[in-house]
């Protein structure tokens, strides 16, 4: 199964590029990788997600090696906004189990000017 | 559209209690799912439905859970009796792709059993 190890925090200035990196070194062959972000007192909100090498959107960008052991969410220039947990999350719908489709502890984000 | 929507947002039950959770998906995601949260151990995965059929529910934490979608812009998460462990905050998410497009949570039910 593929369990993701991640930073339990890490801390910023406002402005700074942040890289958070994800361990999932039992991945699967059909297995995604997707990124959420949970800001207190809601739902975990879907950032972005890959299969291999790089993907971007506005938000974010998603870095993802040849071995797919690992990958890096890469937030550019954060603000005091961006102050969240940050989850990996590895799996295959349909055809995963619900163990696979279980999120990690996360990673805290702090911000501060 | 409006999201996916829970009710209620804040539940406090009394311990035996039954408790019954709703949401109603974003119209069109065939994918369905209820996760729980807790501090101490962070956002399980208790049942996910595809077409409203339950496909995996080996996340139940045991026979005083269950959950239903009768129809595919209703489900129904029941804890009978619940019990003061029970307490957490409960999501529903739902998708028309996992795979490509994640999920997309409600904003969950806080239940308290006291």
């Known amino acids: 199964l593929a369990k993701t190890t991640q930073p339990i925090s890490m801390d910023s200035y406002e402005g700074q590029e942040v890289n958070i990196t994800c361990s999932h070194n039992n991945i699967a062959t059909n297995d995604y990788i997707t990124w959420y972000q949970q800001f207190p007192s809601q739902g975990p909100r879907f950032i972005i997600q890959?299969?291999?090498t790089k993907v971007t959107n506005e938000v974010a960008s998603l870095f993802i090696p040849a071995d797919r052991k690992s990958s890096t969410l890469s937030l550019p220039r954060v603000s005091l906004s961006d102050t969240a947990v940050y989850y990996c999350?590895?799996?295959?719908?349909?055809?995963?189990?619900?163990?696979?489709?279980?999120f990690g502890t996360g990673t805290r984000l702090q911000v501060t000017l | 559209d409006a999201g996916v929507i829970q009710s209620p947002r804040h539940e406090v039950t009394e311990m035996g209690q039954e408790v019954t959770l709703r949401c109603k998906p974003i119209?069109?995601?065939?994918?369905l799912f209820w996760y729980r949260q807790t501090m101490m151990r962070g956002l399980e995965l208790l049942i996910y439905f595809n077409n409203n059929v339950p496909i995996d529910d080996s996340g139940m934490p045991e026979d005083r859970f269950s959950a239903k979608m009768p129809n595919a812009s209703f489900s129904t998460l029941k804890i009978q009796p619940s019990e003061p462990r029970d307490s957490a905050v409960y999501f529903c998410a739902s998708s028309f792709d996992p795979a490509r497009y994640g999920y997309t949570f409600g904003s969950g039910t806080r239940l308290t059993v006291v």
């Open positions: 119209s069109g995601h065939d994918y």
């Open positions: 890959g299969y291999k």
């Open positions: 999350l590895v799996g295959d719908v349909p055809a995963g189990t619900a163990s696979k489709l279980t």
